[in-house]
């Protein structure tokens, strides 16, 4: 008997086995029949070649346009170069020392696999594999297109040395092989959503004969994934009932009934009906676990004053966790002005009803971090603010009600997690609000997958204008960025400042393997790629250290430049800082360090050099640092990225939108998603191949209802052993672990 247990060796022979374990980690039939293709090729339909991403591994079908041959001017041998087309693009294919033996001919087809690099600003695949269409098989890159049965050719994720076309015809003897698998979905569950059962949906995926075949076999399949998921979210929702919030209800007369009393300003309709929301939320013993999107400046931190003011009432503590030393001592400081002697209890000038404000950091005195560690376990503190320094172990709360996590995309998953435990020894688990101008896209993964509830503050901040994105794309238009430099001076010209942020520092950070950067090639001459570069010639990320003086000396030569970045000494960071608040510089070039915690309303322009080296999240949060005064903003993004690849895509998204959570949905869909099950920390791969949180969110939500209905009656699984193993080979006991905490 042959079934998904079983291992591929005997199945696909050893050479085939071996490869498939080496380079996918695919061991037995069900592993390999869950690798699912990414896409299919239409027979007479070629790939869409406009959205191809720089560093990606694709597999493309397309039209042999033209081939060449040449000898190489700087060492022995040749270059052939293929070029393939489809849609009106072209690609370029290049062989070194490589002789075929008639296959490539103008007007075939085939398939193209192998990475996608740039070379003098257009796309290229280096030596890729290939399957070309013919009649007589009589090359060994020549394959008889009746091998592949149907309408339909599977694309299945692929490594260089795997290529697509080898794996399907592993897929394929194991299809004919394998027995139904036993379909761990209870029937009236199938026949009531109007699905096909596992084998045939395997089949369909794999081997479909028409485009409806694996629509409908991927619509069971991701029914799958997404009940598997909300049925371990659901369990481990229904054991913390056991171990509720605790209430925090209104207090008539209380701190925040004086604090809104006093409040200088009217609070904003978004601010009044998100801090309603959060009131009903603090009300209940079941933990709140919202996030509160929006722009920089629209008035978050008033929102979560009020909330943590709402839990002091009830005679509890609220804790404000936030990234940096810098932004933990501007919250303390905003709170205690916004409080005034209302935050001062204890104090000479102290209201009658007050409570006391505490930083604790790691920078603090030996005397400091004793009174804040004690005004902390006393409960004499109602409100503590600090950083990294807040989650260790000898930081103890007496009664801590609120988690309040400012910039939540600074912070790890366990981070936070760590100090949400901190309940004091109380049989309950603070609520938590998050705040944030930029979620990131686990974050949306959260909201889709229901743990997450969000409120948004959009409403432009009063005074604020706003800020106008545009890309300079250098590559196929370097003039523009002269024209970005002019455009700058013109700012300082009139009376404002400006940003210039590059990724690295320079000096002897080596930044060439950077995450995110993008590959360039810079010779004359097209040679083989160096391979200790994996295949591609890098140029490091532009530096502070270089850009600066490079900018000194000539675009912006007669205005005062200041340099700020992680490496100068604290006394030097914060001389710079006040010079450039105080309009003694004109221009500051910088690293991220000032992504949170700086505020120069004079500020109106902001250039990102490499822009396409940021996260996405990371612009956004960079560009919030101009037009925070009266006059409008703008921010230009500095990219040699090609057109049509995915890193200019995320840069046109951001030049789009100032909307922080429609970002983190066009990231979310440009990063196909990432693995939301934390595979990459716990080092297992994900369970999750097909469900996808944006295009399956109906499904991800109707599989949330059915997973509440059959953990209601049977919470351990015990009458549907089949649902139970599903949700164990999909969302292990640490990934549905790692979903709760975030």
């Known amino acids: 008997m042959t079934d998904l247990d079983s291992p591929l060796k005997p199945l696909v022979g050893q050479a085939a086995a071996n490869a498939l374990a080496a380079q996918l980690e695919l061991h037995t039939a069900g592993e390999l029949l869950r690798h699912y293709p990414r896409r299919y090729a239409e027979r007479g339909k070629l790939t869409d070649l406009a959205n191809l991403e720089l560093g990606e591994h694709v597999t493309v079908m397309a039209e042999i346009r033209s081939v060449s041959s040449r000898q190489m001017r700087q060492r022995r041998g040749t270059i052939m170069e293929v070029v393939i087309a489809s849609g009106g693009r072209t690609l370029s294919c290049t062989f070194f020392n490589r002789r075929f033996q008639g296959s490539l001919v103008a007007g075939r087809t085939g398939l193209f696999a192998g990475k996608v690099t740039a070379f003098r600003g257009k796309l290229q695949l280096n030596q890729p594999d290939m399957m070309i269409f013919g009649a007589d098989g009589d090359d060994d890159d020549e394959v008889d297109a009746d091998e592949f049965a149907g309408a339909l050719l599977p694309i299945y994720p692929a490594t260089t040395k795997l290529p697509s076309w080898k794996i399907a015809r592993c897929v394929r003897q194991v299809l004919d092989m394998v027995d139904d698998p036993a379909d761990p979905i209870p029937t009236e569950i199938l026949a009531e959503r109007g699905l096909p059962g596992l084998g045939d949906a395997l089949r369909g995926i794999h081997r479909p004969g028409k485009d409806s075949d694996w629509r409908r076999a991927r619509e069971r399949l991701v029914w799958d994934e997404a009940l598997a998921v909300q049925l371990a979210l659901a369990q481990r929702r229904l054991a913390a009932l056991n171990r509720p919030a605790p209430a925090c209800p209104p207090v008539p007369a209380g701190l925040l009934d004086e604090f809104d009393a006093h409040l200088p300003f009217t609070l904003t309709d978004g601010q009044r009906e998100v801090g309603e929301v959060i009131t009903r939320d603090l009300a209940i013993e079941h933990p709140m676990n919202r996030l509160v999107q929006g722009d920089v400046g629209a008035g978050k931190t008033i929102v979560a004053l009020r909330a943590m003011l709402r839990v002091v009432d009830s005679g509890r503590q609220a804790a404000m966790l936030a990234p940096t030393e810098v932004l933990a001592g501007q919250h303390a400081r905003t709170l205690r002005e916004l409080l005034g002697p209302l935050g001062r209890a204890g104090e000479l000038d102290g209201a009658d009803r007050a409570?006391?404000?505490?930083?604790?950091?790691?920078?603090?005195?030996?005397?400091?971090?004793?009174?804040?560690?004690?005004?902390?376990?006393?409960?004499?503190?109602?409100?503590?603010?600090?950083?990294?320094?807040?989650?260790?172990?000898?930081?103890?709360?007496?009664?801590?009600?609120?988690?309040?996590?400012?910039?939540?995309?600074?912070?790890?998953?366990?981070?936070?997690?760590?100090?949400?435990?901190?309940?004091?020894?109380?049989?309950?688990?603070?609520?938590?609000?998050?705040?944030?101008?930029?979620?990131?896209?686990?974050?949306?993964?959260?909201?889709?997958?229901?743990?997450?509830?969000?409120?948004?503050?959009?409403?432009?901040?009063?005074?604020?204008?706003?800020?106008?994105?545009?890309?300079?794309?250098?590559?196929?238009?370097?003039?523009?960025?002269?024209?970005?430099?002019?455009?700058?001076?013109?700012?300082?010209?009139?009376?404002?400042?400006?940003?210039?942020?590059?990724?690295?520092?320079?000096?002897?950070?080596?930044?060439?393997?950077?995450?995110?950067?993008?590959?360039?090639?810079?010779?004359?001459?097209?040679?083989?790629?160096?391979?200790?570069?994996?295949?591609?010639?890098?140029?490091?990320?532009?530096?502070?250290?270089?850009?600066?003086?490079?900018?000194?000396?000539?675009?912006?030569?007669?205005?005062?430049?200041?340099?700020?970045?992680?490496?100068?000494?604290?006394?030097?960071?914060?001389?710079?800082?006040?010079?450039?608040?105080?309009?003694?510089?004109?221009?500051?070039?910088?690293?991220?360090?000032?992504?949170?915690?700086?505020?120069?309303?004079?500020?109106?322009?902001?250039?990102?050099?490499?822009?396409?080296?940021?996260?996405?999240?990371?612009?956004?949060?960079?560009?919030?640092?101009?037009?925070?005064?009266?006059?409008?903003?703008?921010?230009?993004?500095?990219?040699?990225?090609?057109?049509?690849?995915?890193?200019?895509?995320?840069?046109?998204?951001?030049?789009?939108?100032?909307?922080?959570?429609?970002?983190?949905?066009?990231?979310?869909?440009?990063?196909?998603?990432?693995?939301?099950?934390?595979?990459?920390?716990?080092?297992?791969?994900?369970?999750?191949?097909?469900?996808?949180?944006?295009?399956?969110?109906?499904?991800?939500?109707?599989?949330?209802?059915?997973?509440?209905?059959?953990?209601?009656?049977?919470?351990?699984?015990?009458?549907?052993?089949?649902?139970?193993?599903?949700?164990?080979?999909?969302?292990?006991?640490?990934?549905?672990?790692?979903?709760?905490?975030?």
């Open 355 to 742: 409570t006391r404000i505490t930083l604790l950091t790691g920078s603090l005195a030996a005397k400091a971090r004793k009174q804040a560690l004690l005004d902390t376990v006393s409960g004499a503190a109602g409100i503590v603010v600090g950083t990294h320094a807040l989650i260790q172990d000898r930081v103890e709360f007496a009664d801590l009600g609120l988690l309040v996590v400012d910039e939540q995309h600074r912070f790890g998953v366990e981070q936070r997690d760590a100090l949400r435990s901190r309940e004091g020894g109380q049989a309950s688990t603070p609520h938590l609000l998050v705040m944030t101008a930029t979620p990131i896209p686990r974050t949306v993964a959260m909201t889709v997958y229901g743990d997450l509830e969000v409120s948004a503050l959009r409403e432009l901040p009063k005074g604020r204008s706003p800020i106008a994105t545009t890309v300079i794309p250098v590559g196929e238009k370097p003039t523009w960025l002269e024209r970005a430099w002019h455009r700058l001076r013109e700012e300082v010209a009139g009376g404002h400042q400006a940003f210039i942020v590059c990724p690295r520092i320079g000096d002897d950070q080596n930044g060439a393997g950077a995450a995110g950067q993008r590959a360039v090639e810079e010779d004359t001459e097209l040679e083989p790629p160096d391979e200790e570069e994996d295949g591609e010639k890098r140029r490091p990320p532009l530096a502070v250290a270089d850009v600066a003086p490079m900018l000194a000396e000539g675009p912006l030569a007669g205005l005062r430049l200041g340099v700020l970045h992680g490496r100068l000494p604290s006394d030097e960071k914060e001389a710079v800082m006040r010079a450039f608040s105080a309009g003694e510089l004109d221009v500051l070039v910088a690293t991220t360090v000032i992504e949170v915690g700086v505020d120069v309303p004079n500020a109106t322009a902001m250039v990102i050099m490499d822009a396409d080296r940021f996260g996405l999240s990371q612009l956004h949060q960079l560009r919030g640092r101009v037009g925070r005064g009266s006059a409008p903003g703008v921010c230009l993004l500095v990219t040699d990225s090609p057109p049509g690849t995915t890193a200019r895509a995320r840069l046109d998204a951001v030049a789009s939108t100032t909307d922080g959570f429609e970002l983190a949905r066009h990231d979310l869909e440009l990063r196909r998603e990432g693995d939301v099950l934390g595979a990459s920390q716990s080092g297992r791969r994900s369970g999750l191949r097909l469900l996808s949180l944006l295009r399956d969110e109906r499904t991800i939500t109707e599989a949330r209802d059915q997973a509440w209905r059959l953990v209601a009656d049977d919470p351990s699984l015990a009458a549907n052993p089949g649902l139970a193993a599903m949700v164990a080979e999909i969302v292990d006991e640490d990934r549905a672990e790692y979903l709760e905490k975030a």
